[in-house]
């Protein structure tokens, strides 16, 4: 193949791959880099138990009080999928140096650090996994329980909007807002 029976762009990009030092090399940014830290925050980490599955959280907050001590109410982050893990958004923790109370994400039953017991199938042992009324009715509850939240925003993104919707109009939630 020559790069005359190519078109100027295909021609551009293979020579850049066959030039490229890096190219066999290729590593995936972190989320740090590409968003570094506005402010100091901690990450209080832990697990809920839920129908015999280990649902893991990540709880941010800004580590000095913000000038005015204002602060928002908590946001709780629910990842697309499904199946994604949270990883994705943690961009959105940033919120937290921007006046959020604190930034919560987990990763819903079966996906990241949540998985399922080794040895077990989704489909066989877990088919409520696939509900998304599960989420909705018993995942996303029982951890704004675990929380102590009385008020709280939700943002979603993909699957996670269709939990957040779910949810909202499930728990008739007035005191925060739904953000899709």
């Given at each position: 193949?020559?790069?005359?029976?190519?078109?100027?762009?295909?021609?551009?990009?293979?020579?850049?791959?066959?030039?490229?030092p890096s190219a066999s090399k290729w590593t995936q940014w972190t989320c740090d880099e590409l968003t570094p830290s506005l402010c100091d925050l901690s990450v209080t980490k832990g697990h809920v138990s839920i129908?015999?599955?280990?649902?893991?959280?990540?709880?941010?907050?800004?580590?000095?009080?913000?000038?005015?001590?204002?602060?928002?109410?908590?946001?709780?982050?629910?990842?697309?999928?499904?199946?994604?893990?949270?990883?994705?958004?943690?961009?959105?923790?940033?919120?937290?140096?921007?006046?959020?109370?604190?930034?919560?994400?987990?990763?819903?039953?079966?996906?990241?650090?949540?998985?399922?017991?080794?040895?077990?199938?989704?489909?066989?042992?877990?088919?409520?996994?696939?509900?998304?009324?599960?989420?909705?009715?018993?995942?996303?509850?029982?951890?704004?329980?675990?929380?102590?939240?009385?008020?709280?925003?939700?943002?979603?993104?993909?699957?996670?909007?269709?939990?957040?919707?779910?949810?909202?109009?499930?728990?008739?939630?007035?005191?925060?807002?739904?953000?899709?």
């Amino acid at each position: 193949m020559t790069t005359s029976s190519l078109d100027f762009p295909r021609a551009v990009l293979y020579f850049l791959i066959l030039v490229s030092p890096s190219a066999s090399k290729w590593t995936q940014w972190t989320c740090d880099e590409l968003t570094p830290s506005l402010c100091d925050l901690s990450v209080t980490k832990g697990h809920v138990s839920i129908n015999g599955i280990r649902v893991k959280y990540w709880r941010y907050r800004r580590k000095q009080p913000l000038l005015g001590g204002q602060f928002l109410l908590p946001l709780i982050a629910l990842h697309g999928g499904p199946s994604w893990p949270h990883g994705y958004l943690l961009p959105l923790r940033q919120l937290a140096c921007r006046g959020t109370n604190e930034v919560i994400f987990y990763d819903q039953a079966g996906c990241g650090e949540s998985a399922l017991p080794e040895g077990s199938n989704a489909t066989v042992d877990y088919p409520h996994l696939l509900r998304p009324s599960y989420y909705s009715d018993v995942e996303l509850p029982t951890l704004v329980r675990h929380w102590k939240l009385d008020q709280y925003h939700i943002i979603g993104h993909s699957w996670g909007t269709i939990l957040a919707q779910m949810f909202s109009i499930l728990s008739h939630n007035t005191t925060g807002f739904l953000l899709p």
